[in-house]
């Protein structure tokens, strides 16, 4: 059983940063790759990032240089920082693993686990 718990959100001004965090709770053999998402009011969820256990990153080139993603193996944790924040990044925005990695990592539907969600609100 594996169980993602995402914090961080927050509503913020545009220009500003944020943090989102993602801790995992369960196999980690289960969550090898993970992943940040985001779905818009209204829009379906995208792919913002994934990560390796390894380490290997991959970024939808939309957001490439703007937000990071990174995780703390020994916390059991992903963290995703987005810099210079647009009204456009508002959204919900989820975590989510899954026990291989390939370049499909951008489509929600072969991701096994998710977490609820945290807001993220970016006011002009």
């Known amino acids: 059983q594996v169980q993602l718990v995402e914090s961080g959100g927050g509503s913020v001004q545009a220009g500003g940063s944020l943090r989102l965090s993602c801790t995992v709770f369960?196999?980690?053999?289960?969550?090898?790759?993970m992943g940040w998402f985001r779905q818009p009011p209204g829009k379906e969820r995208e792919g913002i990032a994934s990560?390796?256990?390894?380490?290997?990153?991959t970024y939808a080139d939309s957001e490439k240089g703007r937000f990071t993603i990174s995780q703390d193996n020994a916390k059991n944790t992903l963290y995703l920082q987005m810099n210079s924040l647009k009204p456009e990044d508002t959204a919900m925005y989820y975590c989510?693993?899954?026990?291989?990695?390939?370049?499909?990592?951008?489509?929600?539907?072969?991701?096994?686990?998710w977490g609820q969600g945290t807001q993220v609100t970016v006011s002009s």
């Open positions: 989510a693993a899954r026990s291989w990695c390939d370049n499909n990592w951008s489509v929600p539907a072969i991701y096994h686990y």
């Open positions: 990560i390796a256990n390894d380490g290997r990153t």
């Open positions: 369960g196999y980690s053999y289960l969550t090898y790759c």
